[in-house]
């Protein structure tokens, strides 16, 4: 289990409406510290006017993928007229949903934006390296029943220690947030790479996994769990 302190990204006002404000605080101090902590490494990597951003491993390896890229967003949304952040890096923090309050000061990185944008390069290339499946594996889930369907979660729904493409299958078996017109939000199902059962919101998966990008273990364990429950129902 991870020890880090989970990412709050929703803002203080909804942190108070759902009684979580304590959770918020321990999240926000986290922030801070993570941006204080990227702000040293670069002072001390910062050499004849070369960064050596090798550093980002370590930083990562503290603070995990999701709060880092979180503190790298806001400092691109808090200067996104600035030319000196690359187009890519800009569209790539317009991805990630962060609330304006949570836009802080204390999130600010105080180094130059040439700086930062060659870490959230760096970053990215460390995240792209995990392979993880994104929404163009999907189809759309709008309007769908979700029983019987493999999901593919979201990668920030996954600790890092579990942020594998393996680990974002998962077979929905249950739940009123498989009926695209319930009210209800919670999907039941098991984790294909280890038949955990747990359930998740509808919100937490980026769609419906394709079928021409599902691994060979995946494909052949869905043929065996299909054919047991075919055997089971000529039994009865």
């Not at 007229?81 to 800009?90: I, L, P, T, V, W």
């Not at 929905?172 to 009926?179: D, I, N, P, Q, R």
């Not at 009210?183 to 098991?190: C, D, N, P």
Request: aromatic letters at 10%; charged letters at 25%.
């Amino acid at each position: 289990m991870s020890d880090k302190i989970p990412l709050y990204r929703s803002s203080l006002n909804t942190a108070r409406h759902c009684n979580e404000v304590d959770i918020w605080r321990q999240s926000d101090l986290e922030n801070s510290r993570c941006a204080t902590a990227i702000h040293n490494a670069i002072d001390c990597n910062f050499v004849d006017n070369h960064l050596n951003t090798d550093f980002m491993k370590s930083i990562i390896d503290e603070f995990g993928f999701d709060r880092v890229t979180y503190i790298l967003a806001c400092n691109i949304k808090r200067a996104m007229q600035d030319a000196r952040y690359s187009q890519e890096n800009k569209n790539w923090s317009e991805l990630i949903a962060i609330p304006d309050s949570n836009l802080r000061n204390e999130y600010l990185i105080n180094n130059h934006p040439v700086l930062i944008n060659a870490l959230i390069d760096k970053t990215r290339i460390a995240f792209d390296e995990l392979h993880m499946f994104s929404a163009d594996d999907c189809e759309s889930m709008a309007g769908q029943e979700l029983t019987g369907k493999v999901l593919i979660l979201k990668p920030s729904i996954l600790a890092d220690e579990y942020k594998s493409p393996d680990n974002q299958l998962f077979l929905a078996t249950a739940g009123f947030g498989c009926f695209p017109s319930s009210l209800g939000r919670s999907i039941y199902g098991i984790f294909l790479k280890d038949n955990e059962y747990t359930s998740f919101y509808r919100q937490d998966f980026l769609g419906i996994a394709r079928d021409d990008v599902l691994p060979d273990w995946a494909k052949s364990k869905l043929e065996t769990q299909e054919s047991e429950s075919l055997e089971t129902v000529q039994q009865i």
